[in-house]
């Protein structure tokens, strides 16, 4: 995992096919075109990694990345995450799996999380797709950079994407900071720069989302011969190699607008004002604030046949009793007509006509599609404030982990039957009437005879719903078994916090942030409540609805076809 360290083209002009750039003047689009052909030259070699017990095949280790660098296999990651001699599984994005050994690593005596430097090798012979190492000894403040790797809360197989620029060429650890975020399995992770060359490994990060410090990729080009001797080196090895000068030096550049971004998008961010608008509720006792997107058929010839009228769509979980909307100084009542709660979404009517919004015509899931990585997108507040990002992945499921209904209780499978073990006294499972060594035999009249069974159905269900068991109760005085029926009302997961950077960033996470059928992750730095509102490209193209802040790197995106799905069903009973 990564760890907090204890000491610790005015834009792109691009010419032709070549990725050369030039300062003449600041043009996101051509920016965005710049990063992304940079994330296709770099991807293939980009590698999701675990270790790993070849022998009894079983994993031995948490989530990382690496990034290969030479044709026959040679792996460059992070020193904390490395052990030489031991073995890893090694992923790559077109799905092929092979298997690399520790090689050497670097762990200064007294402060080991410096300088992380490590290495590791794929044991199989072959020809690997490799990245092209760069210099970090060239490197411009403010020069743009790329994160590619795989974070281990969204556990996907293939790599997301992050976009940022190099805010400290080196600060006094050694380290370069880049405002590329990171997160747990990260580490170890490439950093590109705008022509795709590798300039540095991911190591650590800090509480604010702009703090992460990565291990300059000089160190591995002066350390190379050390470190493919399987050894930990406590301190700098004494041979060292050349490491050559960087061709491509006097062109690279940095951009000081990358720290005010935002406001090159201006523009852009202005027409979509009307599309989004701030929603009151009650949740709890206390009012609750949430972003909403406004749709809108007033002059939209829809084959289907939707109404003349304004669809405002959320996220359900913050949208509570006697919603308003807020509208030029006023608050406009609201009335909930449907909620999606496996997607957490909820659409709400309003008799006023609200100007603006988003063409229901924009909502055809055959158009638009988030494939283009590294793109930039708005995601528009009803302050008319703006948030910038790029698209970080294609469109993947999130099954419902942290979301699931909480029953309070273990569960295990002895003698056939699917037994209940270890529970709370406080759990839903207890005070629905439940105990220790019952049998669950149905969940809503459906036979659990397997603990795949018990998985598929309970699965459906989330917290708050009220479930019907049928139990076996053993009364201990070898007599016939009792067969009971017991209603529990699931409870929500207890949430644990850990003490980590990437648990503490400002805002902190969605509480419902899984179990989602089709979402794509975004780098936007939002908080909770600043979710529910629209996401558009550059352009204008509308690209879904944000439904939660998932970790410190990511924000999901929901599908503009699940959005058309809960509008129809109101529409189209």
Request: proline share 6%.
């Amino acid at each position: 995992m990564l760890k907090l360290k204890p000491l610790i083209a005015a834009l792109f002009i691009i010419g032709g096919t070549s990725n050369k750039v030039s300062a003449q003047k600041f043009d996101p689009e051509h920016l965005g075109i710049t990063i992304q052909k940079a994330i296709q030259k770099a991807s293939a070699a980009s590698v999701r990694m675990w270790g790993f017990d070849i022998e009894k095949q079983i994993r031995t280790g948490g989530q990382f990345s690496g990034v290969v660098v030479s044709a026959d296999g040679h792996i460059l990651t992070a020193a904390h995450v490395n052990v030489p001699g031991a073995t890893y599984k090694v992923m790559f994005p077109n799905g092929s799996v092979h298997f690399a050994r520790g090689l050497g690593e670097i762990a200064l005596e007294g402060n080991p999380s410096v300088p992380d430097v490590a290495m590791m090798k794929i044991i199989e012979p072959g020809i690997w797709p490799f990245a092209e190492m760069g210099w970090s000894s060239s490197l411009k403040k403010y020069e743009p950079c790329v994160s590619i790797a795989y974070p281990e809360s969204l556990n996907q197989p293939l790599p997301t994407v992050r976009f940022g620029y190099v805010a400290e060429v080196q600060n006094k650890y050694g380290f370069i900071t880049s405002t590329c975020i990171m997160e747990p399995g990260d580490s170890g992770g490439p950093l590109f720069d705008y022509y795709g060359r590798l300039i540095g490994l991911h190591s650590a990060i800090d509480v604010a989302e702009k703090d992460n410090f990565e291990v300059p990729v000089d160190f591995y080009r002066r350390y190379w011969t050390a470190l493919n001797k399987a050894e930990t080196y406590s301190a700098l090895p004494v041979s060292e190699d050349e490491i050559g000068a960087d061709p491509l030096a006097s062109e690279l550049i940095g951009v000081p607008e990358l720290q005010t971004l935002v406001s090159k998008f201006r523009k852009n961010a202005d027409n979509l004002k009307g599309a989004v608008y701030l929603i009151k509720s009650k949740l709890d006792g206390k009012v609750h604030k949430v972003q909403a997107s406004l749709f809108r058929s007033y002059g939209s010839p829809v084959k289907s046949g939707f109404k003349d009228r304004n669809y405002i769509v959320s996220k359900s979980s913050l949208v509570g009793q006697d919603p308003v909307i807020a509208f030029r100084g006023k608050e406009i009542a609201t009335t909930v007509v449907a909620r999606d709660k496996n997607n957490d979404l909820v659409l709400l009517s309003i008799a006023a006509k609200l100007k603006g919004g988003i063409k229901i015509t924009a909502l055809n899931p055959d158009e638009l599609k988030p494939n283009h990585q590294g793109e930039f997108l708005i995601s528009p507040q009803s302050d008319n404030a703006y948030k910038i990002s790029v698209v970080g992945s294609g469109e993947f499921a999130l099954p419902k982990r942290i979301n699931a209904g909480y029953l309070g209780a273990g569960i295990s499978f002895e003698d056939g039957r699917l037994r209940l073990a270890g529970m709370d006294p406080d759990s839903p499972a207890s005070k629905g009437g439940l105990e220790s060594g019952d049998d669950i035999v149905e969940i809503e009249k459906v036979i659990i005879d397997q603990p795949g069974d018990f998985i598929n159905v309970y699965q459906k269900y989330w917290p708050g719903d009220k479930i019907t068991l049928k139990i076996r109760r053993n009364n201990n005085l070898r007599l016939k078994d009792t067969l009971l029926t017991k209603e529990v009302t699931l409870g929500t997961m207890p949430q644990v916090s850990f003490n980590h950077p990437a648990e503490n960033f400002s805002g902190g996470k969605s509480l419902r942030r899984d179990g989602f059928i089709k979402v794509f992750s975004h780098d936007a730095t939002l908080t909770p409540e600043q979710c529910g509102g629209p996401v558009f490209d550059a352009k204008g193209h509308f690209y879904g609805i944000n439904i939660a802040r998932y970790s410190r790197a990511s924000t999901l995106v929901i599908s503009p076809a699940l959005i058309l799905q809960l509008i129809k069903q109101y529409d189209h009973p």
